[in-house]
């Protein structure tokens, strides 16, 4: 039981450039969350999706793109990576929205230069 | 707005020290209360919660009391051990709508054997 996978788990890219972040859960959750980690700040929503085709706006969404085809997948796209988007990107997902647990993935660490 | 405030780390302890990492928070409502860790290389994993006041929740020898009348959630330990060295951190959810998930900043712990 794999739980909540992330890659890669580092990237280095130049501004402009894109990139996709993969998500995969193994729980059979309908519930994923993408979440940045900045220096001095709590995590913070991007994007989360409540099921299958479906997706939502965060707290962070500006310059991000979010899919979720498959539930078990749920994908972060950065089309012109910008410095700011420098940080950590967790993944994470749960049985429902108001389930108690998260189970968060190990994290992407991107540097945009 | 929904805020979570722990305090900044680093915290370094000798090994068998007595831990305390503060938490308050602000919410509307009645929040339910997490504390996460992060190990070195691995995601956030649920450590203990509590869903209500003068709920006391308690994991791997840590505790936490619910406190409403001080809207704290303060994590203690009694004796650390080298291998509780991680980030800790605070959260809460609340239900507004639909479910919101507030973190805090994290508290790097460092264990000194």
């Given at each position: 039981n794999a739980g909540v996978t992330q890659t890669p788990k580092f990237r280095v890219l130049k501004t402009g450039q894109s990139m996709t972040l993969l998500c995969a859960?193994?729980?059979?959750?309908?519930y994923m969350y993408w979440y940045r980690q900045d220096p001095g700040m709590g995590l913070r929503l991007i994007h989360y999706s409540v099921g299958e085709g479906t997706t939502a706006k965060g707290e962070v969404p500006d310059g991000y793109n979010v899919s979720r085809l498959k539930k078990q997948n749920f994908l972060l796209g950065l089309e012109s990576a910008a410095p700011s988007q420098t940080s950590v990107y967790f993944c994470a997902s749960s049985f429902d929205?108001?389930?108690?647990t998260q189970y968060f993935g190990p994290g992407t660490r991107l540097t945009v230069l | 707005g929904d805020s979570v405030t722990q305090m900044e780390g680093p915290v370094t302890l000798?090994?068998?020290?007595?831990?305390?990492?503060?938490?308050?928070?602000?919410?509307?409502?009645?929040?339910?209360?997490?504390?996460?860790?992060?190990?070195?290389?691995?995601?956030?994993?649920?450590?203990?919660k509590a869903t209500k006041a003068d709920d006391k929740g308690s994991n791997k020898g840590f505790e936490a009391t619910y406190?409403?009348?001080?809207?704290s959630f303060h994590l203690e330990k009694g004796s650390v051990?080298?291998?509780?060295?991680?980030?800790?951190?605070?959260?809460?959810?609340?239900?507004?709508?639909?479910?919101?998930?507030?973190?805090?900043?994290?508290?790097?712990?460092?264990?000194?054997a």
């Open positions: 859960q193994d729980m059979n959750h309908e929205r108001g389930a108690d | 000798s090994e068998e020290a007595f831990l305390t990492i503060n938490c308050t928070y602000t919410a509307t409502g009645y929040p339910s209360l997490f504390w996460y860790v992060q190990y070195p290389g691995e995601g956030l994993q649920l450590l203990l406190r409403k009348e001080t809207t051990q080298v291998s509780d060295s991680a980030v800790y951190f605070c959260a809460l959810k609340v239900a507004s709508g639909t479910y919101k998930y507030i973190f805090g900043t994290g508290t790097r712990l460092k264990v000194l």
